[in-house]
């Protein structure tokens, strides 16, 4: 885990806030958040939980990862893989077999590219896979391959 970088944090959150057209005391009240507090951070005297961030976040109505890359939580790779399981969970347009099936395949494309899964995937990925064959290998319809000889 990377050192946090929270003068980088903090100018990045007031630019945002600014944005948004919110004053200090208004994101404060709507992250549920102290004044005082919310000021240290943006003027880089204090180091957010992530949970602060997420609360923040969701006031600023920005991406909780985005902060986390900021403050030096996660790294961009994770916040990449995150915001594609996001999107692809999040599609009203697949049904819920479908989404299980393209986290598959996009989890069996990153492995075979070297790329090793994060916890977080991991996590939701076994919540759609409880079903899957042990060596986790899928049709594209949802249906279990057949093995190879």
Not at 112 to 132: H, I, L, M, R
Request: no cysteine; proline share 3%.
């Amino acid at each position: 885990m990377a050192s946090l970088n929270v003068g980088n944090l903090g100018e990045y959150l007031r630019e945002q806030r600014r944005n948004a057209q919110l004053s200090l005391r208004q994101l404060a009240d709507a992250a549920g958040v102290s004044n005082p507090y919310l000021s240290q951070i943006e003027r880089g005297l204090r180091k957010p939980s992530a949970e602060v961030l997420q609360q923040v976040a969701k006031a600023l109505r920005i991406s909780a990862e985005t902060l986390y890359v900021r403050a030096g939580i996660l790294d961009e790779k994770e916040r990449d893989e995150l915001e594609t399981r996001a999107v692809i969970l999040a599609d009203p347009s697949l049904n819920e077999r479908q989404k299980q099936v393209l986290l598959q395949i996009y989890e069996s494309f990153r492995k075979e590219n070297g790329f090793v899964t994060s916890s977080y995937a991991d996590d939701s990925a076994s919540s759609y896979a409880d079903d899957t064959p042990a060596d986790g290998s899928r049709t594209a319809d949802g249906n279990d391959a057949e093995p190879s000889s």
